[in-house]
């Protein structure tokens, strides 16, 4: 788990900025964070002061209202307390992504989710066929599962070319391994059913779905309803962690309303007209009321579990003993042997595997841009099992040297992994070295899903990669309708979305209303009104343009902010990254960059030309 930063767009000539889609410093933060916490563990606990290691962690701790007393240690405090918080954004993540993101869509999702299924089940068969006749194969949980933080931050300090694509791929994979991850411990790690704290936890969760329906006090009473079904579950036998997935999963998710949205820029307007506290209260709630709570929970938990909880699990899970006893009772351990080769081994074969059947029989097919070296990577370093893996240990054993010994097998196995992944990137660019960057369309013209004037198969072909903002292409659409009227039926014009966020605020929503204008089919009118008024680009604005071109305004604001819509602009955001495009408007005739003046004569005489030498863009 990790919250990485937004990085700045980088400026080139003229003032236009690069638009960055890669990795964050976060990232590496997060990850060098909790490595740092894991050597610390490692250290302290073969220290001369060792024994104080697993004295400060067994510290007792009382927690009790009344007569009801709980009492734990301060290891315990942190797996089973603090560690619910980082499964309640685990879930939160898992609520977005199937209810918004890309587990929405079947056809994005099913590479990386058949990859991540893969990546669950063949690790665990390896573990078992390893580990069996020792007796320890009920240990094979430990395999399963990736470190999404750990693994963000190896790919961050990798550094491979483009990472865009594979990130979001991985994040994705990730979503699914952490489902998995959550139903094993829940089904395989309890301590047995008892049915009446089981009944009363499914009565809280009842009640925690209703509070979205309260008017106010939602904060609070989704606090005291999650502590109480943790309680609940505790009381159930069942690791008390999943509470904080349950109460995640009924949490409300939604992009955010037309209507909120408004209300809080009228609120704004009248607080600066008169600022008073009234104004300002009104405004503080509206704001918050206009984000869903996932959203908000997200935003303000996520960058404490990045940087707070994890790294103090680690401190209290990672302090293997590797004394000279444990080193070589590790070296022949069919356990240590397995956990390093289901991680390894199993998560390498398995996502790689299965993501090579999936694209070959057509079920699937990678994103532009995405090859099988960069996936082969990937599930290289998929291999660091670090935070769940260290978490499923301190379930499946009770005995302190089979702990030592799953410890060990954890962190070698994400050593090994992060060195094999290093090697796959560098063997894989080195044999597959990236195509010039942007010299070719990566995204070949697709009439079923690309918007174009002129007929799909004419001979002549033009992409432009556009901003609304721009003033460059506003005088292109010149240029275009010239070319459009010299070639006739015979030229096909296609527009793609570059929007410069970094210099031109209203950019993005402005594709985003081309592509809602394009669910009603009237985009190419929009199109024109957009070019027209450049300084005018504001919400109200774009639903002005849309009622004086007869678009349904009020399904209009709908698909404004639509998850459909919004992943629409932002795969044409990402195919400009994978070709590094940094400036609009950018063409590529014949699926070829154009390079020189994009006045009509240029374009024309460049069209000619690309027929004269046709190259395949496939």
């Given at each position: 788990m990790s919250a990485p930063a937004p990085a700045p767009a980088a400026t080139t000539e003229g003032g236009r900025r690069r638009p960055r889609l890669h990795l964050g410093t976060g990232d590496r933060a997060a990850a060098a964070l909790l490595l740092l916490a894991t050597v610390l563990a490692i250290a302290w606990a073969n220290s001369p002061w060792g024994e104080t290691y697993e004295a400060f962690w067994g510290l007792p701790i009382e927690l009790g209202i009344g007569d009801v007393v709980l009492r734990t240690d301060l290891h315990h405090f942190v797996n089973d307390a603090l560690m619910t918080l980082f499964f309640f954004v685990v879930g939160l993540e898992v609520k977005r992504e199937f209810t918004l993101g890309e587990l929405t869509d079947r056809s994005r999702a099913i590479v990386p989710v058949v990859g991540a299924i893969a990546g669950l089940i063949v690790p665990a068969l390896i573990f078992l066929a390893i580990a069996w006749p020792t007796g320890q194969a009920h240990a094979w949980g430990i395999v399963i599962s990736m470190d999404t933080a750990f693994l963000l931050g190896a790919l961050a300090i990798i550094g491979p070319k483009l990472p865009a694509r594979l990130r979001a791929f991985l994040l994705t994979l990730a979503v699914v391994d952490d489902i998995g991850a959550l139903l094993v411990i829940a089904v395989f790690y309890n301590t047995g059913f008892d049915p009446a704290p089981l009944a009363i936890a499914v009565v809280l969760m009842v009640a925690i779905a209703l509070v979205r329906f309260l008017r106010a006090g939602r904060g609070i009473a989704y606090a005291v309803l999650g502590i109480a079904l943790w309680f609940a579950v505790l009381a159930a036998g069942i690791h008390p962690t999943l509470a904080g997935v349950a109460v995640a999963l009924l949490i409300p998710v939604f992009p955010p309303a037309r209507s909120d949205v408004e209300r809080t820029a009228e609120l704004?307007?009248?607080?600066?007209?008169?600022?008073?506290?009234?104004?300002?209260?009104?405004?503080?709630?509206?704001?918050?009321?206009?984000?869903?709570?996932?959203?908000?929970?997200?935003?303000?938990?996520?960058?404490?579990?990045?940087?707070?909880?994890?790294?103090?699990?680690?401190?209290?899970?990672?302090?293997?003993?590797?004394?000279?006893?444990?080193?070589?009772?590790?070296?022949?351990?069919?356990?240590?042997?397995?956990?390093?080769?289901?991680?390894?081994?199993?998560?390498?074969?398995?996502?790689?595997?299965?993501?090579?059947?999936?694209?070959?029989?057509?079920?699937?097919?990678?994103?532009?841009?995405?090859?099988?070296?960069?996936?082969?990577?990937?599930?290289?370093?998929?291999?660091?099992?670090?935070?769940?893996?260290?978490?499923?240990?301190?379930?499946?054993?009770?005995?302190?040297?089979?702990?030592?010994?799953?410890?060990?097998?954890?962190?070698?196995?994400?050593?090994?992994?992060?060195?094999?992944?290093?090697?796959?990137?560098?063997?894989?660019?080195?044999?597959?070295?990236?195509?010039?960057?942007?010299?070719?369309?990566?995204?070949?013209?697709?009439?079923?899903?690309?918007?174009?004037?002129?007929?799909?198969?004419?001979?002549?072909?033009?992409?432009?990669?556009?901003?609304?903002?721009?003033?460059?292409?506003?005088?292109?659409?010149?240029?275009?309708?010239?070319?459009?009227?010299?070639?006739?039926?015979?030229?096909?014009?296609?527009?793609?979305?570059?929007?410069?966020?970094?210099?031109?605020?209203?950019?993005?929503?402005?594709?985003?209303?081309?592509?809602?204008?394009?669910?009603?089919?009237?985009?190419?009118?929009?199109?024109?009104?957009?070019?027209?008024?450049?300084?005018?680009?504001?919400?109200?604005?774009?639903?002005?343009?849309?009622?004086?071109?007869?678009?349904?305004?009020?399904?209009?604001?709908?698909?404004?902010?639509?998850?459909?819509?919004?992943?629409?602009?932002?795969?044409?955001?990402?195919?400009?990254?994978?070709?590094?495009?940094?400036?609009?408007?950018?063409?590529?005739?014949?699926?070829?960059?154009?390079?020189?003046?994009?006045?009509?004569?240029?374009?024309?005489?460049?069209?000619?030309?690309?027929?004269?030498?046709?190259?395949?863009?496939?």
């Open positions: 704004t307007q009248a607080f600066r007209e008169s600022p008073n506290a009234a104004y300002a209260a009104a405004v503080n709630r509206s704001l918050r009321e206009s984000i869903s709570i996932n959203d908000r929970l997200q935003g303000a938990w996520g960058p404490y579990i990045s940087f707070l909880v994890l790294p103090i699990f680690a401190l209290a899970n990672a302090g293997v003993h590797l004394n000279a006893e444990t080193i070589g009772a590790a070296v022949v351990s069919p356990l240590v042997w397995g956990i390093v080769a289901g991680l390894v081994v199993g998560k390498f074969v398995g996502i790689t595997g299965a993501v090579a059947v999936v694209t070959a029989t057509g079920l699937g097919r990678l994103a532009p841009g995405l090859r099988m070296p960069r996936i082969a990577g990937g599930a290289a370093l998929s291999g660091i099992g670090f935070t769940i893996s260290l978490f499923i240990v301190s379930l499946a054993f009770t005995d302190p040297e089979l702990r030592d010994l799953g410890r060990v097998g954890v962190l070698a196995a994400s050593v090994i992994a992060f060195l094999l992944g290093w090697a796959v990137f560098t063997v894989g660019d080195r044999l597959w070295p990236p195509q010039p960057v942007g010299k070719v369309l990566v995204r070949p013209f697709d009439p079923t899903r690309d918007h174009y004037r002129g007929r799909p198969d004419a001979p002549y072909q033009i992409v432009e990669y556009g901003d609304f903002e721009c003033p460059f292409c506003s005088r292109a659409t010149g240029s275009i309708d010239a070319v459009l009227e010299h070639f006739g039926d015979d030229v096909c014009w296609v527009w793609r979305h570059l929007p410069l966020e970094g210099v031109h605020a209203h950019a993005k929503d402005a594709a985003q209303a081309y592509e809602a204008a394009a669910l009603q089919g009237r985009h190419l009118e929009l199109a024109r009104l957009m070019f027209a008024n450049q300084d005018a680009l504001e919400t109200d604005d774009l639903c002005r343009y849309a009622a004086e071109i007869g678009l349904d305004v009020e399904r209009f604001l709908d698909d404004l902010h639509s998850p459909k819509v919004v992943r629409r602009v932002e795969d044409d955001q990402l195919d400009a990254e994978v070709m590094d495009l940094h400036s609009t408007p950018t063409f590529f005739v014949g699926g070829v960059r154009h390079i020189g003046p994009w006045d009509s004569r240029s374009l024309i005489r460049a069209l000619e030309r690309s027929v004269e030498t046709p190259r395949s863009i496939g």
